[in-house]
Structures are given as structure tokens and as C-alpha cells.
């Protein structure tokens, strides 16, 4: 679009002809003149979105008013005006009514200058003033197109990076949550087992479910922090290792790390932490193996329990490896009790 400024500079140059003209002519009509044109100008500053009534009723009044301005006029100057008509109605209803618009302007000087040799060149110079003006048009709709069609993708992407945090928090919720709270289930369910055949089992199994509990609330500020500001896996894998059995939880980790993105490693270790409830909550075993190798570009962890294996369908634990993996461009295999999982570096999800 005509920046503002330009626009009312073209207002303040036709003004300044119309009052001071060349030679003896002045404004046939210095009231109206001056009227319309501060109208005219008004009308600048009046927004209108592209094909609705408003801006319909926009561009008719602008064209009353151009004609009420070079109907007042003396110096024939504000002609030029009739050029900034086919530039509005090219935004406010596309290529097809400027153009119209712009050969009914042509059109209309035409007529006035039937038989006047002397008023060709100003026709001429109308012309091609008309057809910079178009080009002008189009380059500004096509501007304007590209500013919408920016901030569409930028609503877009704002939508999908809430949907993704939104997915995030809720892995992370579920991870650490589901991990404590199978443990608890556990426990209490062994205390209820044994309270009747030997509460001192029971006792100490209901103690290890507050105990449990407590650690949930730690873990849970935890990884609010990990959110923040990252995970250092070897103590991570440690607290697996620290979880009361059974299963027994074992954690080998080789490899540098320490060049690795923070929400890589916290991926792997969602992973590796999502894997160990699976094995304690489903697979019955009595042991389960985490390896965590890092070379190269990728980083490689299997999780082993020596459970009968992953049968039926899969749960709603295995559905979120599989979704952080998929975040992460990673690569998942299951084979029987194994669970092994690629990811690359800088695929933190």
C-alpha cells in the first residue's frame, strides 16, 4: 500500500496548486474544493477489511468526493487523484474492479478531452500513470497476501507448540506419576495379602507406600526442574535403580553424554523410566536391564526383563514410547521381553 505520508504529500501538493494556480485561474469553488479534499483525506484513516460493505461504501464516497474535488478545482492538478481510485478498489476487490475501475477513469478524461488537441499528452500521462498505479496494486496485494498467509502460519504454529507443550506435560505427568503410583499399588496390595498372615509384612509394606508417596511429590518437582533446565542422566538411572523391587532394576550407561542436548537426554531417560514401569507393572519379572550407549550421532537403550514378554494389546504406556519416539525421529523394536530404542542427537521431544 501508498505509505500514509505519500499520500497525504499528494493531498498537501494538490491543495497548494489548487489555491496558488498558475496564472490568473483560480478554484472555481474554493469551499468545495477544500471540503472534499479534506474529506478525501479523511478517508485515509478510516480502516475497512477487503470485500465487505464498509469498503465498498469507502471507495464510492471516494470517488464522490475526487469528483467534488476536481469539480472545485482551477489548476487541473487534482486529476492525479482520479489515479489513486482504481488503487483502492484493486485492494478492497481484487485485479478484475481495478482494472475497472481504472478504464472508467480513462474513460471519463477521455470524454472530457473530446477534441481538444492540447489535452492528449495529459490523457497520455493519465494512462500511464493509471497503469503505474496497477502495478503499484498488485504488488501491494500481493504483499498484503503474504503478511495474511504469515500470520495464519504463525496461529498455526502457535496452536500446534501448545498442543506439543500440552503433550509434553502430560508424558511427563504420566511418567513420573505412573511410576510411583504402580509402586504404590504394589505395596498395598502386598500389605493387604499379608495382614492377616503376617503384619509385620504388612507394616513395613504400608510404610514403603508413604515412603512411595513422598518420593511421587519429590519426583514430580523434579521434573518440573528437568523441564527447565535439563536431567543428568547417571543419577536419573540411579533413582530407577533405588526403586524397590521386585522386579530388581539394573542400569549400564557408556558413552559420552556430555555434548548431548538436555532434551535428548531427557528423552532417553522417559523412555528407559517409562520401560521399567512397564516391566513392574505388567511383565512379572524379577529383573530388568537398562543400557544406555551413546555413540556417535545416537543413542542406544534396551530395556530386558525376564518376564514371559509383551503379549495382547499394547497399553497406554508402550502408545507414549512409541509417540516420544516418533517426536524424537527415533527408531523402536520390540522382540519379545526387549524393548530397544534408537534416537538421534538433538531429537529431544
Do not use: K
Amino acid at each position: 500500500m501508498f505509505p500514509r505520508w505519500a499520500l497525504f504529500l499528494v493531498y498537501g501538493a494538490v491543495l497548494l496548486a489548487g489555491l496558488l494556480p498558475a496564472g490568473d485561474a483560480g478554484p472555481r469553488s474554493p469551499v468545495l474544493f477544500g471540503a472534499a479534499l479534506a474529506a478525501l483525506a479523511g478517508l485515509e484513516l478510516l480502516p475497512a477489511e477487503p470485500r465487505t460493505w464498509r469498503a465498498a461504501g469507502l471507495l464510492v464516497a471516494r470517488v464522490i468526493l475526487t469528483g467534488a474535488v476536481v469539480a472545485g478545482d482551477g489548476s487541473g492538478l487534482s486529476e492525479v487523484l482520479f489515479a489513486l481510485v482504481p488503487f483502492a478498489g484493486y485492494l478492497a476487490f481484487g485485479r478484475w474492479a481495478g482494472a475497472g475501475l481504472a478504464a472508467g477513469c480513462l474513460g471519463l478524461a477521455a470524454a472530457a478531452r473530446y477534441g481538444s488537441r492540447d489535452g492528449m499528452a495529459d490523457l497520455v500521462m493519465l494512462g500511464l500513470g493509471l497503469a503505474l498505479v496497477m502495478a503499484l496494486a498488485e504488488s501491494a496485494a500481493a504483499e498484503r497476501a503474504a503478511r495474511e498467509r504469515l500470520a495464519r502460519y504463525a496461529a498455526r504454529i502457535g496452536e500446534l507448540s501448545a498442543q506439543a507443550e500440552r503433550n509434553r506435560l502430560s508424558r511427563e505427568i504420566h511418567d513420573d506419576l505412573g511410576q510411583h503410583l504402580t509402586t504404590v499399588t504394589l505395596l498395598l496390595d502386598q500389605a493387604v495379602a499379608f495382614s492377616e498372615r503376617d503384619p509385620e509384612v504388612s507394616r513395613r509394606a504400608l510404610a514403603d507406600a508413604r515412603h512411595s508417596a513422598r518420593e511421587a511429590l519429590a519426583d514430580v518437582r523434579h521434573s518440573l526442574t528437568a523441564l527447565r533446565e535439563g536431567i543428568e542422566l547417571p543419577s536419573a538411572l540411579r533413582g530407577l535403580e533405588a526403586l524397590p523391587g521386585p522386579p530388581a532394576v539394573r542400569c549400564v550407561i557408556s558413552g559420552d553424554h556430555g555434548g548431548w542436548d538436555p532434551a535428548t537426554l531427557l528423552t532417553v531417560y522417559r523412555i528407559a523410566q517409562e520401560g521399567v514401569t512397564n516391566a513392574r507393572r505388567h511383565a512379572g519379572a524379577t529383573t530388568v536391564d537398562v543400557e544406555v550407549s551413546f555413540a556417535g550421532r545416537a543413542a542406544e537403550l534396551t530395556v530386558t526383563d525376564d518376564g514371559p514378554g509383551i503379549g495382547g494389546p499394547e497399553g497406554g504406556g508402550l502408545r507414549g514410547i512409541r509417540e516420544r519416539v516418533a517426536l524424537a525421529g527415533g527408531e523402536l523394536r520390540i522382540t519379545g521381553s526387549q524393548l530397544a530404542v534408537t534416537i538421534p542427537a538433538g531429537g529431544g521431544a
